[in-house]
C-alpha cells in the first residue's frame, strides 16, 4: 500500500489495454502517437503506457468536440 509521501498509485494501461478500452485496433493506436494524435502517452521501461484517468478525459473531450459541431 501506498505511503502518503509516495502519491496515489498510478493507473497507467499498456497499448493492448487502452485499445480494448477506447474500441481500436493497436495498429490505431500506434499510428495516432506518431502522428501526434489520440490520448497522451509515455515510453516507460521500454514499453509504452498511458493513463487510464487521461484516455478516458481524451475520449470525452472527442464527444465534447462532436456536440460542439
Known sequence: MNSPEQGPA?????????????????STLRYWRLHG???RSARIG??????????????????DQAGAK
Open 10 to 26: 498510478l493507473d497507467l494501461l499498456n497499448i493492448k489495454d487502452t485499445a480494448t478500452l477506447i474500441g481500436v485496433p493497436e
Open 46 to 63: 521500454g514499453r509504452i503506457a498511458y493513463r487510464k484517468e487521461e484516455v478516458i478525459a481524451w475520449v470525452d473531450e472527442q464527444f
Open 37 to 39: 494524435k489520440g490520448p
